[in-house]
């Protein structure tokens, strides 16, 4: 089966730099993506890592070890805006999500 | 284009009733998908589409039928609703980029269902 661990909050400060991990089980890995979703909203995409190493995207980047089975997501110069839910997710055909990280960007 | 709809937003049965939550794309996209988010729960996947005619079961499928017969329809059937179903329910597009798996879903807005 399938299976992704990551924490379920995590508080920073504006301007700060946060980190997101996520640890995953899968038969077959096809690439971990990453997602936020406001509010209860609809989730949108943030990055992806099929590879190994760095991909970044702005003030956010993304990590992954497939050795360790294990990636990241960074978050730099924090804004309230970033206050959000976090997920990442793996899978080929049945894509699996992490339970969700609560980031809670505090002045 | 319109994305990813879905239909209704908002819903409210009563135990043991059936309906029917619409989803639509006019992207193209081959893959979709539904799941469901409870609260602390993230997205569980109940079911899912790689094409017209083709479809499996995810995480937490039972309760649920799905069918695909178009590749822009994935309508998700509740047989007999139970409170246990109360959630909100998102249903999500995607397609391969460049031979790789589906790294981006677009997600619809969500369908709110209160089981009473």
């Known amino acids: 089966g399938q299976s992704l661990e990551q924490p379920s909050e995590v508080t920073a400060v504006e301007g700060a730099i946060v980190q997101i991990n996520c640890t995953y089980q899968t038969s077959g890995f096809y690439g971990l993506s990453w997602y936020q979703q406001h509010d209860g909203g609809a989730p949108t995409f943030l990055s992806y890592n099929g590879l190994d190493g760095l991909e970044e995207t702005g003030r956010f980047s993304s990590f992954l070890s497939r050795s360790d089975s294990y990636g990241y997501l960074l978050l730099q110069e924090l804004q309230m805006k970033d206050s959000a839910s976090y997920f990442c997710r793996c899978g080929g055909g049945k894509l699996i999500f992490g339970q969700g990280t609560e980031l809670s960007v505090k002045p | 284009n319109a994305g990813v709809t879905q239909t209704p937003k908002f819903q409210v049965l009563k135990t043991g009733q059936s309906m029917t939550l619409q989803c639509a794309q006019d992207m193209n996209h081959e893959y979709m998908s539904w799941y469901r988010q409870d609260p602390g729960m993230g997205l569980r996947l109940i079911h899912y589409?790689?094409?017209?005619?083709?479809?499996d079961q995810g995480e937490v499928p039972n309760g649920y039928n799905v069918s695909r017969s178009t590749t822009e329809d994935f309508p998700l059937r509740l047989l007999s609703a139970a409170p246990s179903q109360t959630s909100v329910y998102f249903c999500?597009?995607?397609?391969?980029?460049?031979?790789?798996?589906?790294?981006?879903?677009?997600f619809g807005p969500g369908t709110r269902l209160t089981v009473l």
């Open positions: 589409s790689v094409g017209a005619g083709i479809t």
């Open positions: 999500a597009s995607s397609t391969r980029v460049d031979g790789r798996s589906y790294n981006e879903q677009f």
